[in-house]
T-cell receptor
Framework: GQQVMQIPQYQHVQEGEDFTTYCNSS?????IQWYKQRPGGHPVFLIQ?????EVKKQKRLTFQFGEAKKNSSLHITATQTTDVGTYFC????????????FGKGTRLHILP | NAGVTQTPKFQVLKTGQSMTLQCAQD?????MYWYRQDPGMGLRLIYY???????DKGEVPNGYNVSRLNKREFSLRLESAAPSQTSVYFC??????????????FGEGSRLTVL
């Protein structure tokens, strides 16, 4: 079945440093979504990427979708304490089995 | 909570007991989902429903049943709870009539402990 792998599992960075999390799918994806979950909270949608090679930006966050539509990344520039949380990617494959499968997430911890 | 309400928020069960987690959306969207979240395991799909009256298995359906009797409500039932089902359960709704074309909105979660 479809698998979505995400690395790293944990990341500690000094405030102001950059952060990147990577997502890889075992199958080609129709689209990929990114979510953020604050400690004790629920996942909140950040963005969806649909096109091969697509790049989208939200302030300090840059999202990329690979040319083969099997991988994606989220890059945060100059991290702030408000960036703390777990970042998840989620996607489904082109066979449209109607499942949205999540990666295991990357937990970001900011050191002051 | 983006219009998704889950009850109860907390529950403690003994092994073998049964219970139902309720989820209701205040919009008229077709797709609804149940995920469980365990430390280090991310969010794993239990069941989902593309529309009223239809349900499909996700990644980890064993030990669970679901019911989508109307468009608003999607319930998750544990017939005989086991300690391995101790988890945080999230219900989510989609945003359009066709699955996988829009983001998911999650409820605040239900924390279940099975002793």
């Amino acid at each position: 079945g479809q698998q979505v792998m995400q690395i790293p599992q944990y990341q500690h960075v000094q405030e102001g440093e950059d952060f990147t999390t990577y997502c890889n799918s075992s199958t080609t994806l129709s689209n990929i979504q990114w979510y953020k979950q604050r400690p004790g909270g629920h996942p909140v949608f950040l963005i969806q990427l649909v096109k091969s090679g697509e790049v989208k930006k939200q302030k300090r966050l840059t999202f990329q979708f690979g040319e083969a539509k099997k991988n994606s990344s989220l890059h945060i520039t100059a991290t702030q304490t408000t960036d703390v949380g777990t970042y998840f990617c989620a996607g489904h494959n082109v066979n449209r089995d109607d499942k949205i499968i999540f990666g295991k997430g990357t937990r970001l911890h900011i050191l002051p | 909570n983006a219009g998704v309400t889950q009850t109860p928020k907390f529950q403690v069960l003994k092994t073998g007991q049964s219970m139902t987690l309720q989820c209701a959306q205040d919009m008229n969207h077709n797709s609804m989902y149940w995920y469980r979240q365990d430390p280090g395991m991310g969010l794993r799909l239990i069941y989902y429903s593309a529309s009223e009256g239809t349900t499909d298995k996700g990644e980890v359906p064993n030990g669970y049943n679901v019911s989508r009797l109307n468009k608003r409500e999607f319930s998750l039932r544990l017939e005989s709870a086991a300690p391995s089902q101790t988890s945080v359960y999230f219900c989510a709704r989609g945003t359009s009539g066709s699955l996988n074309t829009g983001e998911l909105f999650f409820g605040e979660g239900s924390r279940l402990t099975v002793l």
